[in-house]
């Protein structure tokens, strides 16, 4: 027996025994759906149903047709007429249909509606077919809707919320205005606790009907989310018994910072969150409490910002790249390792085994087009991590970064935010220039929103004290005295009660609020108040074993004390994975209890911690992580001249990447691959800093000849500088000064340092004569020191200035002799491959500019051999480069092809000038030779643009030449043609 289905609701469809029927026209179709629905009907209501606008015998006959017609279609008589006035569906004919099953029994089935019937079924000129449609659909839906609350209700009750969510999400879908499926969707979400999505569905609503309707949500759906988000506060204050995290109000701010998050999850057009206000207004707070709302499926990384590290370049970037290297780990996302090396030159924590901390880089051209590479590849890194899960990154206190984080969190979120990272930033109102300039260029380009709170009224203050202390009857009069007193000021106002909780009346507080501060601290033991005095002296956070260590006390015993601060909230605990760290509750709380002490008491602990901190230093480039704490202590224990030495070796560390010229370039020697840049308002700043300090010592007999070492590292660090800017002369008086003091002083380390300087100052200049002084002065130092890398060193500038000066037999030489000293170096420290790559790459521009070509080919592939073993990624384009020239040069296309094209894939990867003009223009002419004349031309475009760009001579006269030799070559492939 056959087997007709029938698809009513949702868009209709008809299968017999599985096979889908296709009607010969649309009112045969509309005559079958009836009758499914009706069982049998009259002729005459099926005329008149159909064809109303016909005659009477025309209608008749069209009803006959259409009859026949559906037999036909389904090759059996699924129609027939009993009596000559009725048409009914065959009953011998067995038919399951969706309508039967949704209404079965008097009885509604929900799961049987797939969406409303007859959905987008019309038919032109039948109005009361039509009207049948309209009258059945809504009976239906009617049905469904008044089943599916019943269904909603009973499912509430016995918490079965994913049936709650479905019957909820299908009514909103049926009618988008019905306000009420929202309410229940809504109430379901606050009973899990996802009030994430009580914003999401709250957000969508109100979009909804602003946009199609230019009106709110009802008043009954307003009060049921401002009783969500009450209801979540009181949660959140339930939770935390110790009041870390009592709130109160904002709801307001809550719902706009929600709003924005909403947009931000859907992939929306959004604007990322600054909270502003004065201090202790409850920022934190209210970031805190919108954390918790967060679906488990956004990563977020936090960090803060501190007052005693505002000079501190990228300082608030190191936890965030802490973070980032857990979650790359943790979501196995690979990160190519030429990017990890980069940013580990700025972030250490980025390091890995795998690397190899180098000596010099051969590629690097000046320093801001470094600083951009390492830009892009930050940017790339926020981008892969961001594309696997959406981002949000939190930076308290912003109006302690310094510009080039904030300059850095701009471009992130200028070229990133956009699509997958928000920002969630907290800021004191009434802050600088430069929190100013921030927040005006993302709001010209709409990524940011800023919240801000202000103080609470006296009827918050009111209701914040009845929610904090229920169980205390307050009287108006004590009420209007907290307000008074406190000025609604959050911060205040918890202490305030906190003291009235611990002491029992209001009558022990002092009318001044420093007097609650001291209540505060009331009651605790002495071993607890030392300890916390202790704490108060570290700007940030402190570790158990940096307290163990400064205090002497037992593990234990400092447990229990820490313990005993954290059950009265005046500390708290956090978790960084690897270690335990401690915090006062508030910088406010941090600084009362600072100043409270006696200034030589804060002057012996500043002492012992800055100690501690120097103590552990490992003479590597994580040294530099610890330069500001440094700096800030020995500065607070009266010790100028120690925090002088960690200052010149901070900014040392800045200004080594602006200033100093590298080997490929300029033959030049970096101790450590710095990628920071600094502007010249920024540096003139640090280095007039350092020159007050320097002065004010100058003046003290004690520790001269101490001081006259910093001092002479300042002359080398501002002659540095000033040459860098172009003021020679200036510059060049700055060095001689240094090498003089140096050499009085029998400094020699630093010394070589002033001799280098004055020779690269001699290549930039091209003065051979005061190159080869220099050179040799060096060669006589690094002999008697015996210090064969320093020998290693001018060596190489030594074969540099036979080099420039056409001596290319003299040159080779020096080079080889710089590599035996670097090779005997590699086999103890194994630090050196880099310089011995680089001897060999310049063994091979030696032998290219004697036409040697074949001879320089191998050069050049040792050089590359070196990197390939080490996984040395960062001087492998030059190297390419220059093998790709020599073939070219030989004639041998083909040989020259891998050269080049590894050179330009590394070039893109790490964004690097030099030297990339000289690859695309030699591609050029490889591309001629091929006669792809199309790529050619893009190749030379793009050499154009990369030496314009860079604005170097050298690589301007190459590609002048390769133009000169394209067109020749193109000439001649016409000719011959």
Known sequence: MNLITVQLFNTPSVLKDGEKIHFPFRKAEALFYYLVVQGQATRDDLVHLLWSECHEEIGRKNLRNAMYKIRKTFDIDIIVSPQRSIVMLNPQVKIACDLHDFIKENQ???????????????????????EWVSRERQYYQDQYVQKAYEEIGQSFKLKAYPLVEKYANTLIQLDEYDERAYRWLMGCYVEQGLYYKVMETYQGLTDMLKTELGIAPDIRTRKMFEEALQYQSDKQNNKNEKNTLFFHGRAKELTEMNKQFTLFRSSRSYGSIM???????????????????????????????????????????????????????????????????MIASIFPIFATDEMNHLAIDVTTGPGSQQYQRVQEVILGLFQKISNKKKLVLVFEDLQWMDRMSLSLLKIILLRIAPRNVFLLGTCRSGFDEKIDEFMVELNRYDVIEKVEITAFTKKEVAGFIEKKLPEYPFKERQIHEIYEETEGNPFFLVEYLNV???????????????????????????????????????????????????????????????????????????????????????????????????????????????????????NNQWDRMHYSKLIYHFSKSGDPMAALKYQIKNVNAYLEFNHELFPALNGEYLEQEQYFYLTKKEATTFLNEIQESLTSLL??????????????????????????????????????????????????????????????????????PLMEIYIEKGLVIAEKLEDLRESGYFLRLKGRHQMMNNEYQEAEGFFKKSIEVFEQLDQDANNYALNIAAAYDYLGEVKRCQNHLEEAMGYYDQAIAICQERKIFK??????????????????????????????????????????????GYMTLLFIHEKKYDKALESLKRAENFSKRLNNPNEQAIVNQIKVKAALLIDAANEGK
């Open 275 to 341: 909270i502003t206000g004065e201090a202790g207004i409850g920022k934190t707070t209210l970031k805190d409490v919108f954390l918790e709302t967060l679906p488990n499926d956004i990563l977020v990384i936090q960090a803060s910002c501190y007052q005693a590290e505002e000079n501190y370049l990228l300082k608030p970037w190191n936890p965030i790249f802490s973070q980032l290297v857990n979650i790359i780990q943790q979501e196995q996302i690979k990160i190519p390792l030429i990017w990890q090396e």
């Open 875 to 920: 001087s492998l384009m030059i190297f390419y480069t220059h093998g790709g020239q020599a073939a070219v040069e030989i004639g041998d296309y083909q040989r020259a092809k891998p050269y080049l094209k590894k050179a330009i894939v590394l070039y893109k990867q790490i964004d690097v000038l030099w030297g990339r003009a000289i690859a695309e």
């Open 699 to 768: 003046d003290k007999p004690n520790h001269i000849e101490v001081i006259q070492g910093l001092e002479i590292e300042f002359l080398h660090m501002k002659g540095r500088f000033m040459i860098r800017e172009g003021k020679y002369t200036c510059g060049v008086e700055y060095i001689k000064k240094m090498i003089h003091k140096a050499l009085d002083h029998e400094q020699y380390e630093i010394l070589l340092k002033g001799y280098r300087q004055m020779i690269y100052y001699g290549i930039q200049t091209h003065q051979l």
């Open 500 to 618: 009235l909780q611990d002491h029992g009346d209001v009558t022990t507080l002092s009318p001044k609020m420093q007097d609650v501060l001291k209540s505060r601290l009331m009651g605790i033991s002495q071993e607890a108040r030392q300890l916390i005095n202790l704490i108060s002296i570290f700007f940030d956070k402190v570790s158990l074993e940096v307290l163990k260590s400064i205090s002497g006390k037992d593990e234990l015993l400092l447990v229990q004390l820490l313990n005993e601060l954290q059950s009265r909230y005046l500390i708290r605990e956090i978790d960084e994975g690897d270690k335990v760290v401690f915090q006062l509750t508030h910088q406010k709380l941090r600084d009362f209890i600072y100043q409270q002490q006696p200034k030589s008491m804060r002057k012996v602990f500043h002492g012992r911690i800055a100690s501690l901190l120097e103590g552990n230093l490992q």
């Open 108 to 130: 509604v089935n929900l799961d049987a509606y797939a969406s409303l019937f007859l959905k987008g079924f019309i038919i032109k000129g039948a109005l009361e077919f039509e």
